[in-house]
């Protein structure tokens, strides 16, 4: 009679066991994607903790493993929402256009970033209309120093004399009036072909900036 030595039969520890898959999203991720969704939709105060854990689909004691606070999270969601949303795309900033085209092209690009993801424009108008005084600054030159910079050499370009500061501060309270008074069509319906597109839009705002209210000659 043969002996099988009793190692032989003693699998390597883990053989026999499904492989764990790891290429879904963590669980950071995971909160940080369901606090974007809610802290954009019904801002800071309206929101808990547990209204966090829940869509995310984790224990609210695995959202304070990863964030001391709420406070801590929201500065976390803010930053992740604006990572890849404050730069203008590398075919703009190397475009060969004229300061004009290429300031225009600038505009479009920051309204469609705001109409069309619906998470970005509401925490960026949450983040300018209304700050919170407890996560100030998120929210800063630095974050969009890239878009700021090509913008006021495009309008420096156009106008030398320009305030450039002022005239960065004008384009975002049209872009904002623009994109969200949707109603003032009812009122001025002879405006509507200048709020179709968010190339109509950006058109209009830098026809106003170079030439006021004066047809551009």
């Not at 990863?66 to 929201?74: D, G, I, N, T, V």
């Not at 590398?90 to 505009?107: A, G």
Request: no cysteine; net charge neutral.
């Amino acid at each position: 009679m043969t002996i099988t030595p009793m190692a032989a039969h003693i699998k390597p520890a883990g053989e026999g066991r499904p492989a764990r898959r790891r290429n879904g999203p963590s669980t950071e991720n995971k909160i940080l994607a369901a606090a974007e969704d809610l802290f954009a939709l019904h801002g800071f105060d309206a929101v808990s903790t547990s209204q966090l854990a829940a869509a995310a689909g984790v224990a609210i004691g695995a959202l304070y493993h990863h964030f001391p606070s709420k406070e801590a999270l929201y500065a976390a969601a803010i930053k992740r929402a604006f990572a890849n949303k404050s730069t203008p795309p590398q075919d703009i900033q190397d475009s060969p256009d004229p300061p004009r085209r290429k300031l225009t092209r600038m505009v479009a690009w920051f309204t469609t970033t705001m109409v069309l993801d619906r998470n970005f424009g509401l925490l960026l108008k949450r983040e300018l209309l209304d700050p919170r005084p407890s996560t100030p600054n998120l929210i800063d030159e630095d974050l969009f120093r890239k878009s700021l910079n090509l913008t006021k050499d495009l309008l420096s370009q156009l106008v030398p004399a320009a305030d450039t500061d002022e005239a960065v501060a004008s384009m975002l309270a049209l872009l904002f009036g623009f994109t969200n008074l949707k109603g003032i069509q009812a009122i001025l319906p002879s405006v509507r072909h200048m709020l179709a597109t968010p190339e109509d839009i950006a058109e209009h705002i830098v026809s106003l900036l170079l030439h006021g209210l004066e047809p551009p000659r």
